[in-house]
């Protein structure tokens, strides 16, 4: 039971360069998030998907998309990396209605230069 | 608008209790989360109130007061380990989103 995976761990992008961010939890739960985390900002919700096939908009949703690929997989991509993205990304899962702890995943350390 | 405030920084000797303050301004206030982070990792969930009141788990405490949209967690024999970051999260509404605030770093001295 490895909970929620993320990869990869470390990335560094240029400016321009796009990529996904993969995540998936083997928890069997209906919800999952995107969140990115900056120096001394705390964790902002990205973008999050309630259940599968479902998918909403978080607090900082611009410039990034995302894929409910099925129950387990939730992608993150950057189209166009920015160095304003420069930041560490969790990925979490919560069982969903009713359920608020939510399980995070080790992060994807992304550096845009 | 939301806001929640918590103290940026806390230290405190081992051994000892600290108590870490939460204020929050949201709508649709469901319920008060607890989440602990380690320098470079993830964090992980302490606790969860969903009523007014005292949740205890083990050494770690928290208290709701939903008049006064305030909550704080209670660490009591604090251990090195405890040295982490602490976020108060409120549950909103039935969107299953928490806000996270900008955390509280404590740091546990000998």
């Known amino acids: 039971n490895a909970g929620v995976t993320q990869t990869p761990k470390f990335q560094v992008l240029k400016t321009g360069q796009s990529m996904t961010l993969q995540c998936a939890q083997d928890?069997?739960?209906?919800?999952m998030y995107w969140y990115r985390q900056d120096p001394g900002m705390g964790l902002r919700l990205i973008y999050y998907s309630a259940s599968e096939g479902t998918t909403d908009k978080g607090e900082v949703p611009n410039g990034y998309n995302v894929s409910r690929l099925n129950k387990r997989e939730f992608s993150l991509r950057l189209e166009s990396a920015a160095p304003s993205q420069t930041s560490v990304y969790f990925c979490?899962?919560?069982?969903?209605?009713?359920?608020?702890?939510?399980?995070f995943g080790p992060g994807t350390r992304l550096t845009v230069l | 608008g939301q806001s929640l405030e918590q103290p940026s920084e806390v230290t405190a000797v081992e051994g000892a209790i600290v108590q870490i303050n939460c204020t929050y301004q949201?709508?649709?206030?469901?319920?008060l989360s607890w989440y602990q982070q380690h320098d470079g990792g993830a964090p992980t969930f302490l606790s969860y109130n969903g009523l007014d009141g005292l949740e205890e788990t083990g050494r770690f405490s928290s208290f709701l007061s939903r008049s006064d949209s305030y909550g704080y967690l209670l660490l009591q024999e604090l251990q090195m380990k405890d040295s982490a970051s602490y976020f108060c999260?409120?549950?909103?509404?039935?969107?299953?989103?928490?806000?996270f605030g900008s955390g509280t770093r404590l740091l546990v001295r000998p």
């Open positions: 979490a899962s919560s069982a969903g209605t009713g359920y608020n702890e939510q399980f």
């Open positions: 949201t709508s649709g206030f469901y319920g």
């Open positions: 999260a409120p549950w909103m509404d039935s969107s299953y989103k928490l806000i």
């Open positions: 928890m069997n739960h209906n919800s």
